[in-house]
């Protein structure tokens, strides 16, 4: 059976021949995928979804025998959508007389508020036939274009109200129950048929809500029919959210979308799970990712500190309690592992922890310490922190035994079995890693980036260490930051290049494509000072830098497609970790062209960043060009313009130690930023900046204001 992991192949199209487009509305891991005038359409990846099962595969309204033609998507958070359209004039008539509107909210369900409103001078008869249809196909046979698997029995049961629809395969039951208000005049196996007579210069309406059904267990959608959508829960929770979001103030209109869109797509991708409700974590990103994953929850977390600490605090806290125990080739669990990524399948629980656990990933367990190190430095939850601390330790045991393989003081990757992921660094497509002739490289593979994380790792526990009054473990973690640091930049420094290697390749040879990896190398500060103008120079480049971003792998690299998921394109995370690093640097200029060229093609794009779009230049095209499969709304892609903020602001607090950097520097173009109630050691702060003035109001009591950017400094 093929792993969900282990497909490498281009995902099934999300869109369909008379869709007009994609809508994905989105709560927890409840989403739904339809086109633009509200239709599901069978065939493609349109679904109703839940904990990674299409619970429905079919909905098509047809309205007096026609399908109405769509207007427009009015949508206001990110779990609703209003599809407004309206059904072909009469003959010999210029205009329509009627118009649909659908309202759909998704939440461990769905709900569907349809209204025809009659617009003429008397009464109509409307007839409305909806086609229903529930496949129950994993979220990855979806995904692959496979659908439902085969040898499955399906039932149907009809009632005066409601239809249900069910499936069994072995001892894994689903079903869905989709519930009628008023009840229709008819109920057949996929067809539902209401009729009303519509006043004239009138309306007519009716409910229709999706129930899914777990192991016999029927689940109340959150929003349902005769209830205020307003006291739903997913409208609860985003308004305390939209009232926790720090206000930012920028005269710049198309930033402004850019960033208040960011924190919407954000706020919608965070998971709560059951059993610990009050934790939030965040899923990567809709479709195809709507679970916890390590190394995108980490780095998503990091990047949105500026925005809520707390998510942080939730996503090591949850990876924490998956952290792993056992040796297990098969799901590659090891020791201390922090998880690569978690699927629900075919388990019936709406926990968290509920399916399976894939632990092939050689980033996120450094990732994590690095986390919990930040999450300390923001002065945030000083206990609960503390209680993660012996979680950090294995983490840093598992770098050292099971991590770095050979002994040679480099953490590599190897998969287990041939059903785990060849590559286990972020670019883990197949052909994510390659020589600048274009050959793939080969297993085990030392990434230059997992080392910089590794670095990150062991100053983070030497921080640790130190305000617990352990100076001889201080003292050795700091060393050993030391001495990876000295044979990184030997060993992995390409002198008649002027770059970092992708990597070390089985035999220790460099992976010599010049690639995006090395600028998350200056993010945690392992560049020795003299390379990083160098490397600074390199990622601005022609060969590297599109105009709205950094490409992973530059043009001048055999094996370079501007629309290869890893191989050309441009991840907006990607870029602003580039940008954070160069800043920190001392780099400015370079860090605000790729800030600016971020908003820039963010503000091209509706506001919302995509997972990656194409390494297209701009100078070839005036707007981005979208990769056909990525997510959106994604966790990184919207955390990135809040690091970009931060990298503004060159705001870095360390709360144990009472200072706070702030030394903030505009881009052109952009006379005044203002971000207001960013979350420090329980207080909220305010920084304004307006040409060359500087304003800090709110700092917690105790905590120096450090007027100059923090740099990378040694190890020690």
């Known amino acids: 059976m093929t792993e969900p992991w282990t497909f490498s192949g281009q995902p099934a199209p999300l869109g369909t021949a008379h869709s007009g487009g994609v809508v994905t509305l989105v709560d927890e891991s409840t989403f739904a995928i339809s086109g633009r005038i509200g239709d599901i359409v069978p065939g493609g990846a349109h679904g109703l979804f839940v904990r990674d099962t299409r619970v429905l595969s079919r909905l098509e309204l047809v309205v007096n025998g026609q399908r109405p033609e769509p207007l427009e998507v009015v949508s206001e958070d990110p779990f609703s959508a209003t599809f407004v359209s309206r059904l072909a004039p009469a003959a010999g008539r210029a205009d329509s007389t009627l118009m649909v509107f659908r309202s759909r909210y998704v939440g461990r369900g769905m709900r569907e508020d349809v209204v025809v409103r009659n617009f003429g001078d008397e009464p109509t008869f409307c007839r409305l036939e909806l086609f229903v249809d529930a496949d129950f196909a994993d979220l990855f046979a979806v995904k692959e274009g496979r659908g439902a698997e085969v040898g499955g029995q399906r039932t149907v049961e009809r009632g005066e109200d409601r239809l249900t629809l069910g499936y069994r395969r072995g001892s894994a039951a689903r079903g869905c129950r989709l519930q009628f208000f008023p009840p229709p005049s008819a109920v057949a196996d996929d067809l539902v048929t209401l009729e009303a007579i519509i006043p004239a210069r009138g309306s007519w309406s009716a409910c229709t809500s999706v129930h899914p059904i777990m192991e016999g267990v029927v689940v109340e959608p959150r929003h349902r029919c005769g209830q205020p959508v307003e006291r739903a829960a997913p409208s609860e929770r985003l308004a305390r959210w939209r009232r926790r979001v720090p206000q930012v103030e920028v005269e710049h209109p198309g930033w402004r979308q850019v960033v208040d869109r960011s924190a919407e797509d954000l706020g919608a991708l965070r998971i709560f799970d059951p059993d610990f409700p009050d ?14 994953f390590g190394r995108d929850s980490l780095i998503t977390s990091w990047m949105a500190l500026l925005v809520d600490p707390d998510l942080a605090l939730g996503v090591v806290q949850t990876l924490a309690r998956f952290q792993g125990a056992d040796v297990d080739p098969r799901s590659e669990e090891e020791p201390g592992r922090i998880l690569h990524e978690m699927r629900f399948g075919e388990a019936p629980s709406l926990s968290l922890g509920g399916g399976s656990i894939y632990y092939g990933t050689a980033d996120a367990t450094p990732l994590f310490v690095m986390v919990l190190g930040e999450l300390r430095r923001w002065g945030l939850a000083r206990e609960a922190v503390e209680e993660l601390l012996p979680n950090a330790e294995r983490a840093l045991r598992w770098i050292e035994e099971f991590g770095d393989r050979d002994g040679d003081g480099y953490v590599e990757y190897l998969r287990a079995t041939d059903r785990g992921l060849a590559n286990q660094g972020w ?8 020589y600048a002739d274009g050959r793939v490289a080969r297993a085990p593979i030392a990434l230059c980036e997992v080392q910089a994380y590794v670095y990150g790792a062991y100053l983070a526990w030497a921080h640790f260490a130190q305000e617990r009054g352990d100076d001889a473990t201080a003292t050795r973690y700091r060393e050993r930051a030391r001495q990876l640091k000295i044979r990184f930049n030997h060993d992995f420094w390409l002198p008649d290049r002027g770059w970092f290697a992708m990597g070390l390749d089985a035999d220790k040879q460099p992976v010599d494509a010049l690639a995006s990896n090395m600028g998350h190398c200056l993010w945690t500060g392992i560049v020795d000072e003299d390379k990083a103008g160098l490397v600074a120079d390199h990622l601005l480049s022609p060969a590297m830098f599109s105009g709205w971003g950094v490409r992973t792998l530059a043009t001048s690299m055999h094996g370079y497609n501007p629309l290869s998921y890893h191989c050309g394109s441009v991840w907006p995370h990607d870029t602003a970790l580039i940008a954070a690093g160069l800043a920190r640097y001392g780099f400015m200029e370079h860090a605000l062209r790729l800030v600016s ?6 503000a091209a794009q509706g506001g919302r960043l995509p997972e990656l779009f194409s390494g297209l230049g701009r100078e070839e095209l005036p707007t981005p060009v979208s990769y056909p499969t990525s997510c959106s709304p994604q966790a990184w892609a919207a955390a990135a313009p809040l690091l970009c903020l931060r990298t503004i602001l060159r705001f870095d607090p360390w709360v144990p130690h009472g200072k706070a950097w702030v030394a903030p520097e505009l881009p052109p173009g952009v006379e005044r930023l203002a971000v207001r ?19 800090v109001s709110g700092m917690p009591p105790g905590i120096e204001i450090v007027r100059e950017p923090r740099r990378p400094g040694p190890a020690a």
């Open 677 to 695: 109630g960013i979350p420090v050691a329980g207080t909220r702060v305010d920084v304004e900046v307006e040409g060359g003035d500087v304003a």
């Open 279 to 292: 934790r939030a974590v965040v899923a990567a990103g809709a479709p195809w990712f709507m679970t916890v």
């Open 597 to 602: 060229g971020l908003f820039e093609a963010g």
């Open 427 to 434: 670019k883990d497509s197949w052909d994510g890693v390659r």
